[in-house]
């Protein structure tokens, strides 16, 4: 075995890390083909920085000759064709290297994870797998600084767990943990090795001192600290389903499924899905313009209870093209041909659509209600089905809204509200809209009350479920709500001032992917409401907070002549990309609601902390509660037996001495035990008293020809192990209430049983090497001689 | 001199012997007067007075082993006379002969018959003083009958009388003209005792009180030998748990694997110390042995059988305090749960 340098073993370990490091992107990223030329870029790194020290240039510029490295190395990948001989720096080559990288930032701001890798993020992770490499490097093998290299380390891991919404899986924690144990362990072999050097056989083979135990603590210390910064946080409590039982957003019974047979409840419970599962994916050939929300379902009918779908026949096939949408003005719309596949995961007999598809193209039974353009199946199912869509773009501008004329009579019905509408309702309605004339203004009145900052709304996915009349009022007192809540009472209040309206069930746009390609998932579950302008048929309105939803469609936005824009939230995020979606907040919301469910009063945060409290406090009192159950079963074990009896009572009387603190030696006799423990507590006379009982008890069980029964030995138990325990300082009762003498000697046992498996393997591991050793020794040598006959 | 001798006076019953209709509370009350009566005698030795009490009791023989004048011989003799018993002194020389020990036929002219003439050995309490000083043929004499409590001369076996102790003496730091006993002979005693110097207060109350007149003059006698044997079958009754005798043979073995010793304990030993317990439990009034009996016995039984390496002893490590050391480590036997 050849001998190799401490610094060549650091600067091999360190980029070993370095590269160990960047496997959680793994995790964001949807393609995995970049670790070859990560891997590259982390051996350039390390062999820069070993062949420039090995050659004695200035330690300063080391890190700058790998910088200059890294560098190169992108541009060979991403700007070889501007570069002179592939490689030499032009000035297109620098152009092209600040473009691409600006690509990478756009997509990497666009995209929710797992993003997609073109050459932009390609250059970011191999650029940052570079760069991780130069820090550790930097940090270990010239300044020796290794503890300081687990922030490098942990770089990519942070990135990756902060970019995914649904919380990275706890393994990808491990390859960077242990890349930097292992750097860990070969400094310290090698500051150790500083110090001389050893005779052992196997120092001298591997021209290391015999740094083997050292080795061995290391191991043995990082592999608990490990297990258990693994286990720990697994093991801790959180109110979650796995918990608790399927919350209400669990879908039950549905597993992974998405299922839309009540399209309300459904949108709720999969706002609340806390896996965003996938839904479909829709591309076309408009690339990013293409962006739309998708219906599955429309409610036409307000009942005073609650938004449903009318009963509509169906008679029509797809097969021959759909119906001009009702109230458009016939004209010369763009069209856009969508491809939509539906993933196995959702199910419905739905068909996800644009708004307002002309044509369908799609296997199986598929028939149209003509008002709303919704189709759907008899008996059949989307789930996993391909189709083309062709959708008009209807884009109708704020003259054209403004100027509509009073709606037809085809859509009367869409006026229909219940008699008595909540006075909160009608009131705030009339309020709201005071100043506008017109029935756009109106509309557009009502959406800015509920989007901006006079209304004071609150996006809450927690909030109670449903849309009734009780609970339409309760949301404008609370002004909390999600989507659904949003929806339905703008379209009530739309038909209570006049303005023909329904509410539309289905998905925001979603997130683009690149390639035309959009992501729908559980989480851009949405609703919205469509308000009817004649010649402008059912226009898309948005009064969920823009947090949510990105800006409000452009058609329904008054321009003033003060504020130019009622949307002072989300002025960043580009029209047809929704950058922010569903999900971030839900989540949030999620953790800790799970206790404030149901009720038509307003969710109170008392319960909640009071019910973290209880939780906390059961937490902490579990392991003396255990002890104490454990003591009772023990008495009741005893059952009438005297002996049995006694020793229960000197199992108490040991576990109070040791909770107190008092030293239990078990080469003592019960006699000198007692005397030991009465000093030692300090004891009174009636409790020393107490005391020679329960001794005279257990040398009665222990060592007589036979137990008599003892009296009130359980009592007088209890007498002095409350004396003792009154004996000892406030930390060790506390001490003794959180982790109760009998846990804790397990948890020595278990950390002793640890150790020793670790010692196992490490033994087994040594081994495993002297053998292989071994054989190739006797591999190297002549194999002997046949003797000569 | 001795009254005319008896054999089979006390003849040591068989094992379907009569429980006595004595209870342990006689045996406490017993112990404390002779203990007390002793106690007058010997000054501010109460735990050695105990210790030789137990030794009677539990049918064995003490070896002391100290400096002249401390009172060896005055313990042996007043513990004789507080139980009205026989005692004899045999006062070992190199000239001793085993015959002197045992005892011989001689021929007698009227009778025409040959006639046993019972040597020192025979009464209650023996005392062997300078034990050290005789022939091993004469020491081993000594030796063969306390462990067979009978004597026989020309084919005829004389029993020893009950109860019978053997108290010998040995000074250690004499060497000339010595024949210290070698380790198997040790093993015999059940309990080597020291006396040591008595207190300044106990020596001055001794001057007070033994200053003119002889010290056991006053001394009468609180109970018989035959009491005493009674006692002696009713401490053979005491219980002995298991956890006891196990606890017993782990201290006993310790000291076999102990680094510090070159000679560990033999199985009489362990022997020795159960039956100790059992009398030193008895005096207490209780029916059963305690490891505190058993540690409050271990350094005296053991003690005088353990032979500590060199490093120990230049570590002034003695037996006794080996013993200590085994007593902190060995766990007490715990029930089965």
Same mark, same amino acid.
């Given at each position: 075995m050849s001998s190799l340098s401490a610094h060549g073993r650091l600067t091999i370990v360190a980029a070993l890390a370095a590269w160990l490091s960047v496997l959680p992107l793994f995790a964001i990223t949807q393609t995995d083909d970049w670790i070859v030329p990560a891997a590259i870029a982390v051996a350039l790194v390390s062999g820069t920085g070993y062949v420039l020290r090995k050659l004695g240039v200035p330690s300063l510029l080391v890190p700058v000759a790998q910088l200059a490295v890294i560098v190169l190395w992108l541009g060979v990948l991403v700007a070889n064709d501007v570069a002179l001989l592939g490689f030499i720096p032009t000035t297109d080559w620098a152009t092209r290297l600040v473009d691409v990288f600006q690509e990478g930032l756009d997509v990497t701001s666009t995209f929710v994870a797992p993003i997609p890798v073109p050459r932009g993020v390609l250059m970011l992770v191999i650029g940052g797998a570079g760069v991780v490499a130069l820090l550790v490097d930097t940090l270990v093998v010239w300044l020796r600084r290794v503890p300081l290299a687990g922030v490098p380390l942990a770089a990519c891991y942070t990135v990756a767990a902060t970019a995914m919404t649904t919380g990275l899986d706890w393994w990808w924690f491990l390859p960077p943990a242990a890349g930097f144990l292992a750097l860990l362990v070969s400094e310290? *072999?090698?500051?150790?090795?500083?110090?001389?050097?050893?005779? #052992?056989?196997?120092? *001298?083979?591997?021209?290391?001192?015999?740094?083997d135990s050292l080795a061995r603590n290391g191991r043995r210390v990082g592999a608990v600290a490990l297990a258990v910064a693994v286990a720990v946080p697994g093991l801790a409590p959180v109110l979650t389903e796995g918990v608790l039982g399927p919350g209400r957003g669990g879908g039950g019974g549905g597993g992974q499924t998405i299922r839309t047979d009540?399209?309300?409840?459904?949108?709720?419970?999969?706002?609340?899905?806390?896996?965003?599962?996938?839904?479909?994916?829709?591309?076309? #050939?408009?690339?990013?313009?293409?962006?739309?929300?998708?219906?599955?379902?429309?409610?036409?009918?307000?009942?005073?209870?609650?938004?449903?779908? #009318?009963?509509?026949?169906?008679?029509?096939?797809?097969?021959?093209?759909?119906?001009?949408?009702?109230?458009?003005?016939?004209?010369?719309?763009?069209?856009?041909?969508?491809?939509?596949?539906?993933?196995?995961?959702?199910?419905?007999?739905?068909?996800?659509?644009?708004?307002?598809?002309?044509?369908?193209?799609?296997?199986?039974?598929? /028939?149209? $209600?003509?008002?709303?353009?919704?189709?759907?199946?008899?008996?059949?199912?989307? /789930?996993? *089905?391909?189709?083309?869509?062709?959708?008009?773009?209807?884009?109708?501008?704020?003259?054209?809204?403004?100027?509509?004329?009073?709606?037809?009579?085809?859509?009367?019905?869409?006026?229909?509200?219940?008699?008595?509408?909540?006075?909160?309702?009608?009131?705030?309605?009339?309020?709201?809209?005071?100043?506008?004339?017109?029935?756009?203004?109106?509309?557009?009145?009502?959406?800015?009350?509920? /989007?901006?900052?006079?209304?004071?709304?609150?996006?809450?996915?927690? #909030?109670? %479920?449903?849309?009734?009349?009780?609970?339409?009022?309760?949301?404008?007192?609370?002004?909390?709500?999600?989507?659904?809540?949003?929806?339905?009472?703008?379209?009530?209040?739309?038909?209570?001032?006049?303005?023909?309206?329904?509410?539309?069930?289905?998905?925001?746009?979603?997130?683009?992917?690149?390639?035309?390609?959009?992501?729908?998932?559980?989480?851009?579950? $949405?609703?919205?409401?469509?308000?009817?302008?004649?010649? %402008?048929?059912?226009?898309?309105?948005?009064?969920?907070?823009?947090?949510?939803?990105?800006?409000?469609?452009?058609?329904?936005?008054?321009?003033t002549q003060n504020a130019p824009v009622p949307d002072p939230t989300d002025p960043n995020a580009p029209t047809s990309q929704p950058t922010s979606t569903a999900p971030s907040i839900p989540r949030d919301d999620e953790l800790g609601g799970g206790a404030a469910s149901g009720g038509q009063q307003p969710p109170s945060q008392w319960p909640l902390i009071l019910l973290?409290?209880?939780?906390?406090?059961?937490?902490?009192?579990?392991?003396?509660?255990?002890?104490?159950?454990?003591?009772?079963?023990?008495?009741?074990?005893?059952?009438? $037996?005297?002996?049995?009896?006694?020793?229960?009572?000197?199992?108490?009387?040991?576990?109070?001495?040791?909770?107190?603190? $008092?030293?239990?030696?078990?080469?003592?006799?019960?006699?000198?035990?007692?005397?030991?423990?009465?000093?030692?507590?300090s004891l009174g006379d009636d409790d020393r008293q107490l005391l020679d009982h329960l001794v005279g008890a257990v040398e009665q069980a222990r060592y007589a020809r036979q137990a008599e029964p003892v009296e009130a030995l359980h009592d007088d138990t209890e007498l002095v192990r409350r004396s003792i325990a009154r004996s000892a300082s406030i930390g060790r009762r506390i001490k003794a209430f959180l982790l109760p003498t009998q846990y804790r000697d397990s948890a020595v046992e278990a950390n002793r049983r640890l150790v020793e498996g670790f010692d196992w393997i490490d033994a087994t591991g040594e081994r495993l090497r002297d053998s292989v050793a071994a054989s190739s020794l006797r591999r190297r040598l002549p194999a002997p001689r046949p003797p000569a006959e | 001199m001795p009254e005319p001798f008896n054999p089979g006076h006390h003849q040591p019953q068989g094992p379907g012997e009569v429980v006595p209709e004595l209870a342990l509370g006689d045996l406490a009350d017993t112990a404390a007067r002779v203990q007390a009566a002793i106690g007058s005698v010997i000054e501010g030795k109460p735990e050695v007075i105990k210790l030789a009490f137990t030794v009677l009791l539990a049918e064995g023989h003490i070896l002391i082993e100290d400096v002249p004048g401390v009172g060896k011989t005055m313990l042996a003799k007043s513990?004789?006379?507080?139980?009205?018993?026989?005692?004899?002194?045999?006062?070992?020389?190199?000239?001793?002969?085993?015959?002197?020990?045992?005892?011989?036929?001689?021929?007698?002219?009227?009778?025409?018959?040959?006639?046993?003439?019972?040597?020192?050995?025979?009464? &209650?309490?023996?005392?062997?003083?300078?034990? &050290?000083?005789?022939?091993?043929?004469?020491?081993?004499?000594?030796?063969?009958?306390?462990? +067979?409590?009978?004597?026989?001369?020309?084919?005829?076996?004389?029993?020893?009388?009950?109860?019978?102790?053997?108290?010998?003496?040995? &000074?250690?730091? +004499?060497?000339?003209?010595?024949?210290?006993?070698? +380790?198997?002979?040790?093993?015999?005693?059940?309990?080597?005792?020291s006396m040591g110097y008595p207190s300044q207060q106990a020596e001055i109350e001794m001057i007070d009180t033994h200053g003119s007149t002889s010290a056991l003059d006053p001394l009468e006698p609180v109970t018989d030998a035959a009491h005493v044997h009674k006692l002696v079958r009713l401490v053979r009754g005491v219980y002995v748990a298991d956890a006891i005798k196990e606890y017993a043979v782990a201290l006993t073995s310790a000291t076999r694997t102990s680094p510090d010793l070159r000679l560990g304990a033999s199985p009489r030993a362990t022997l020795h110390l159960i039956r100790a317990a059992k009398a030193w439990a008895g005096l207490e009034g209780r029916e059963y042995v305690l490891p505190d009996d058993i540690q409050a016995l271990a350094a005296p039984v053991l003690g005088h059988r353990l032979l500590p390496t060199a490093e120990a002893q230049i570590g002034r490590r003695d037996a006794g305090s080996i013993v200590a050391d085994l007593i902190q480590r060995i766990p007490q036997p715990e029930p089965a749960r």
């Open positions: 310290g *072999r090698t500051r150790v090795a500083a110090w001389g050097r050893s005779a #052992s056989p196997s120092a *001298r083979r591997s021209g290391i001192p015999e740094t009540n399209p309300i409840i459904d949108l709720q419970r999969n706002l609340q899905r806390r896996e965003n599962v996938e839904v479909l994916r829709y591309s076309s #050939s408009a690339d990013t313009e293409a962006a739309t929300y998708i219906r599955i379902v429309t409610l036409d009918v307000f009942d005073g209870e609650e938004w449903k779908t #009318s009963d509509r026949p169906v008679p029509d096939s797809v097969d021959s093209g759909l119906p001009w949408p009702q109230g458009l003005d016939q004209a010369d719309w763009p069209v856009i041909d969508y491809d939509i596949n539906v993933s196995p995961d959702f199910s419905s007999s739905w068909l996800p659509l644009p708004y307002p598809a002309q044509r369908i193209d799609v296997e199986g039974d598929w /028939r149209y $209600h003509a008002p709303t353009l919704d189709v759907v199946a008899d008996g059949d199912d989307v /789930r996993a *089905r391909s189709y083309n869509v062709q959708s008009l773009v209807v884009e109708p501008t704020v003259e054209a809204l403004r100027n509509a004329g009073p709606p037809s009579d085809d859509v009367d019905a869409m006026l229909e509200l219940p008699e008595e509408l909540p006075s909160e309702v009608t009131d705030l309605a009339d309020d709201v809209t005071g100043d506008a004339t017109d029935d756009f203004s109106k509309a557009a009145a009502l959406q800015q009350w509920f /989007r901006g900052p006079q209304g004071g709304f609150e996006y809450d996915i927690e #909030s109670t %479920s449903g849309h009734t009349a009780n609970a339409l009022v309760d949301f404008l007192n609370d002004r909390r709500g999600y989507c659904e809540q949003f929806a339905a009472t703008m379209a009530i209040m739309a038909r209570y001032l006049g303005i023909p309206a329904r509410v539309a069930v289905g998905f925001t746009a979603g997130d683009y992917q690149g390639n035309g390609t959009y992501l729908v998932r559980a989480h851009d579950s $949405h609703a919205w409401p469509e308000l009817y302008f004649e010649g %402008s048929g059912w226009v898309r309105f948005e009064p969920t907070p823009a947090a949510i939803t990105g800006r409000a469609p452009d058609w329904t936005v008054v321009p973290g409290a209880l939780a906390l406090a059961a937490f902490f009192a579990t392991p003396s509660v255990a002890a104490r159950i454990g003591r009772r079963l023990r008495w009741r074990q005893a059952g009438d $037996h005297p002996g049995a009896l006694a020793e229960a009572a000197w199992a108490d009387l040991r576990e109070a001495a040791r909770d107190a603190g $008092h030293s239990w030696d078990p080469a003592a006799t019960p006699r000198s035990t007692g005397r030991r423990l009465a000093t030692a507590a | 513990v004789a006379r507080a139980i009205d018993c026989t005692v004899r002194r045999i006062q070992f020389t190199p000239d001793l002969m085993p015959s002197d020990v045992t005892g011989v036929s001689v021929f007698n002219q009227s009778t025409r018959e040959f006639e046993f003439k019972p040597g020192g050995v025979f009464a &209650n309490i023996v005392v062997g003083d300078e034990i &050290n000083r005789a022939s091993p043929k004469t020491q081993s004499a000594l030796l063969e009958c306390m462990e +067979e409590r009978q004597v026989t001369v020309d084919g005829t076996t004389y029993q020893l009388e009950a109860p019978f102790m053997v108290v010998a003496t040995q &000074n250690p730091i +004499e060497m000339e003209g010595t024949y210290p006993l070698p +380790e198997a002979q040790r093993d015999r005693f059940m309990m080597r005792l």
